[in-house]
């Protein structure tokens, strides 16, 4: 069975700290994303990668750094977190053709920034 | 980039009927629409997509049309039932680019008993 793991369900932190996002997939997946998900706003791309070393930026990167180091894991980094980062932060893993096949989704970390 | 319009926002329909969620694009190169489901408190789920090559697309229950003249496809669920009650996204994108999964807002239907 498909698996896509974030490390932490819940985070709080303080504004300026240094937050780390795991995800780790079992798949051997080439492709992972990072979307942020708002209400209201729908799911939004943050980062995503298509090997390892490799990353592209999505829709709205700013405050945002990433890491693959790995095939199977792939780490949203904030480097000084601020309260409009307070979000549910989805990872998802996928293959074949970048962004033509389906999307398989973790549990979701719910980040609060205070 | 690619933009994408979902509507309604909400849809409350009674069990057995049917419900239609409509989304636009912007960017004529997107030949990639996929339609997820998210169950409250869960992770999303993929329940159909299609591909540009193709006008529609159905499984039991489900369906996707697309107009590529107009930009706009839609999922339509036939004898609906409580355990459709969810949030559905849209999503496109072109396959091959750079730009990633676009996704509509998403629209919270209810299932009415």
């Known amino acids: 069975d498909v698996k896509v793991t974030q490390s932490s369900r819940y985070l709080v932190k303080r504004t300026g700290e240094k937050v780390f996002l795991e995800c780790v997939q079992d798949m051997d997946h080439e492709n992972m994303f990072w979307y942020r998900q708002d209400p209201g706003l729908g799911l939004r791309l943050i980062y995503f990668?298509?090997?390892?070393?490799?990353?592209e930026k999505g829709d709205i990167p700013e405050g945002y750094s990433v890491s693959r180091e790995k095939k199977e894991r792939f780490s949203l980094i904030l480097e000084s977190a601020s309260t409009n980062q307070t979000s549910m932060y989805l990872c998802?893993?996928?293959?074949?053709?970048?962004?033509?096949?389906?999307?398989?989704f973790g549990e979701g970390s719910r980040l609060t920034v205070l | 980039g690619e933009n994408v319009e979902q509507h309604p926002s909400t849809l409350s329909v009674q069990e057995g009927d049917s419900a239609v969620i409509k989304c636009t694009y912007s960017?004529?190169?997107?030949?990639?629409f996929p339609w997820y489901k998210q169950e409250l408190g869960k992770r999303p789920q993929l329940i159909i997509d299609i591909r540009s090559n193709v006008g529609e697309k159905k499984d039991q229950r489900i369906a996707v049309t697309l107009n590529k003249t107009a930009k706009h496809f839609s999922l339509h669920i036939t004898e609906t039932h409580p355990e459709d009650s969810a949030v559905y996204f849209c999503?496109?994108?072109?396959?091959?680019?750079?730009?990633?999964?676009?996704f509509g807002k998403g629209t919270h239907l209810i299932i009415q008993p």
């Open positions: 960017d004529s190169a997107s030949n990639y």
């Open positions: 999503a496109a994108s072109m396959g091959g680019g750079a730009d990633g999964l676009t």
């Open positions: 990668s298509y090997d390892v070393k490799m990353k």
């Open positions: 998802a893993s996928g293959v074949g053709q970048i962004n033509t096949g389906e999307l398989f």
